[in-house]
């Protein structure tokens, strides 16, 4: 696919962000579209974000587990960056149309906070540990804006890897101090027990997931930043959620995360 093309379509998922309506799969229209035009499709929509006055502030691996995996019959981690207009603080309250979210799904997740540079390829999971300052309760509320998540790898890529926005929670833990793969997640749905989950859920452990992501953009010249949020992937299975839902999760040794939807 020519630059060309590439900026057409990053063009179309940008406009389709800002106006919060659902386009057609990429894959339906370009049979040959490849993870690497995927890629440089959905650098051309965040660099219009930031043309726009938004700022990137760290990356994202999604589709990680098999419980996600199976949801989008999408069956390899996709990959995107995360930008301050996404980040909303612990129990705030998230407007769906003020933030044109068309079909959202919550999950829940760990955050890694980096103290140092990460540079791919090579990045082991010691790596990404020493370079760690702190790791967080999450939610990523993601969001396609493809039509009916009817989505191929390609498409979610494309699409900044299905990202809307994201809330931190409040406590920050060293992650040498806990057992991440062990770590054991509950996520409430309007005060009911909806899902639970692991650390291992993601790819067995989420550092093997951050150190994926490292690598993977390592080979596209994009490094992790010192200070930068990394998403590391949902431990259960994303959850649909409209105005008026509270979500609310807890995990063992890392503390909570809550978040309303509003109108």
């Not at 027990?193 to 997931?209: H, K, N, R, Y």
């Amino acid at each position: 696919m020519n630059k060309d093309k590439r900026a057409q379509y990053g063009d179309e998922l940008y406009e389709a962000l800002t106006s919060g309506q659902s386009i057609a799969p990429l894959t339906e229209r370009e049979s040959d579209i490849s993870i690497e035009d995927a890629y440089h499709i959905s650098l051309h929509m965040v660099e219009r974000r930031v043309a726009a006055g938004d700022r990137i502030v760290g990356k994202k691996i999604g589709v990680t587990s098999k419980a996600v995996q199976d949801m989008l019959n999408v069956h390899q981690p996709d990959f995107g960056f995360i930008t301050e207009q996404m980040w909303f603080n612990n129990g705030e309250t998230i407007s769906c149309s003020d933030n044109k979210l068309i079909q959202p799904r919550a999950e829940g997740e760990i955050a890694f906070k980096l103290k140092k540079d990460l540079v791919g390829p090579g990045v082991t999971e010691q790596d990404v540990l020493d370079a760690t300052e702190s790791v967080f309760p999450c939610f990523e509320i993601v969001d396609s804006r493809i039509h009916n998540w009817q989505i191929k790898i390609q498409d979610t890529v494309s699409d900044n890897a299905s990202c809307g926005v994201f809330v931190l929670g409040e406590e920050a833990v060293d992650p040498r101090s806990i057992d991440l793969p062990a770590a054991q997640m509950k996520v409430y749905k309007n005060g009911q027990l909806i899902s639970e989950g692991v650390g291992a859920a993601v790819q067995g452990d989420p550092l093997t997931a951050v150190a994926w992501l490292a690598n993977t953009l390592g080979e596209f010249g994009i490094p992790f930043k010192a200070g930068e949020i990394i998403l590391s992937g949902s431990l259960v299975p994303l959850e649909p959620v409209q105005p008026g839902d509270v979500m609310e999760l807890e995990i063992e040794g890392l503390g909570k995360a809550a978040v309303t939807f509003g109108e």
